[in-house]
């Protein structure tokens, strides 16, 4: 695929896509991480004399209500607080006013405009991939950059349309990405671990089944575990279950060996609330509790589990670490891919990700994903389209 580096930037109109879908709350920014992650690629257009033209998606639009609070705006203000230079924000996703700030930006300039998907309110044609569409948005441009990795896996206009109608490159971000996972994935110093958490095995099978063929040892904490321990007959009280899923989980198991670790131990409550009394059970889980953290033998076993190891990947919390009596299981389990010497550290994102930047631990990790659905698909070994549609070299 063609990188950034190899388009010729000077005076080009630059479309570039970022994934700036970012937390927020009563409109206010609340995790900038990945505007901080796009800075690397518009820094360098910017410095190289393009014109850049920004632009995301912000949650999702299906009615005009729905637009309210989903402004571009915030965004392109703390853009333009981080890069320290002017962002001219055009609050239109179409249309001559659109046109005219592209026509007006000089070299080393840049712009953003409005949310992608106020184009789904009528029709979807955004998350549709109508082609008018991404044919429209890519002749504004002269070249496109896609530096969205956490859209990766959608196939929408705003990615592969506009890479459709227009020469286009990945950004540093997604390059980033794809060296740092898809390196794991694919030719792994070993020993390579796994760590998956998360609340359901539903969420996980096509990793699961993909890093049981691909790595050395899959630890299982999480919501799921409860799942394979009924999978093995164990009493699981009232923890989480997928019903359905107790025969994959069975057939998980026996596809792994001894590749697959369970926990052997977790932390129960009576509910899932942070004010009643907790206590550490084994394999079996008492009538009445319900299983939220994994316990201090499993840290230990999981601990023992990643000496030596040379490439951790980490997708999914091993407990419920929102609340402090739960918590435990992900803090030790980030401790100890912190402490790793010589071993290339991986977070698949979402959760995880969250977890380790809350609990303080973002800088003690060789990569954390900026992308939640799309690292689990590429965890799964699939194809990701909006990475498909670049350009080839
Ligand atoms: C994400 O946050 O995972 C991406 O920005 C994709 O968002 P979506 O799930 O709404 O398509």
Not at 196 to 220: F, H, P, Q, R, T
Not at 299 to 326: I, R, S
Request: with cysteine; proline share 3%; aromatic share 6%.
């Amino acid at each position: 695929k063609k990188t950034v580096k190899d388009l010729d930037l000077k005076g080009k109109k630059v479309l570039v896509r970022a994934d700036f879908n970012v937390p927020m709350k009563d409109g206010k920014i609340t995790n900038d991480n990945r505007i901080q992650a796009a800075l690397p690629t518009l820094e360098y257009i910017l410095d190289q004399g393009g014109k850049a033209i920004v632009f995301s998606h912000l949650g999702r639009v299906k009615t005009e209500d729905d637009k309210a609070g989903l402004s571009m705006k915030p965004v392109s203000e703390r853009l333009s607080e981080l890069l320290g230079k002017d962002v001219t924000f055009v609050a239109e996703t179409r249309g001559e006013e659109l046109e005219s700030a592209v026509n007006n930006l000089n070299d080393g300039e840049i712009m953003m405009f409005e949310n992608t998907r106020f184009e789904d309110v009528d029709g979807k044609k955004e998350s549709k991939n109508d082609p008018e569409l991404g044919k429209y948005w890519a002749s504004l441009g002269d070249v496109f950059v896609n530096d969205a990795f956490g859209t990766a896996h959608r196939s929408h206009a705003s990615n592969v349309g506009i890479a459709s109608n227009v020469e286009s490159a990945a950004g540093f971000l997604v390059e980033k990405e794809i060296n740092f996972i898809g390196g794991a994935v694919d030719e792994p110093k070993r020993p390579f671990v796994a760590i998956l958490g998360g609340a359901k095995v539903s969420d996980k099978i096509g990793v699961i089944e993909n890093l049981i063929a691909k790595a050395d040892k899959v630890l299982v904490g999480g919501g799921m575990t409860y799942t394979f321990y009924k999978a093995l007959g164990k009493d699981i009280g009232n923890s989480l279950l997928e019903e359905d899923k107790v025969d994959l989980a069975k057939e998980l198991m026996d596809k792994a060996g001894d590749k697959l670790v369970l926990p052997v131990d977790s932390v129960v409550a009576s509910e899932f609330s942070n004010d009643v009394p907790t206590e550490v059970v084994g394999e079996n889980i008492p009538e009445g509790k319900m299983g939220l953290d994994i316990g201090p033998k499993t840290v230990e076993l999981f601990e023992n589990e990643l000496k030596g190891a040379k490439t951790v990947v980490w997708n999914g919390p091993m407990g419920v670490f929102e609340m402090d009596n739960f918590a435990q299981g992900t803090i030790k389990v980030c401790e100890a891919l912190a402490n790793l010497d010589d071993a290339t550290t991986i977070i698949g994102g979402g959760d995880s990700a969250t977890a380790a930047q809350q609990l303080g631990f973002e800088d003690d990790f060789s990569h954390i994903s900026t992308g939640g659905g799309a690292s689990l698909e590429y965890l799964e070994g699939k194809e990701l389209p909006g990475i498909a549609a670049i350009s080839d070299k």
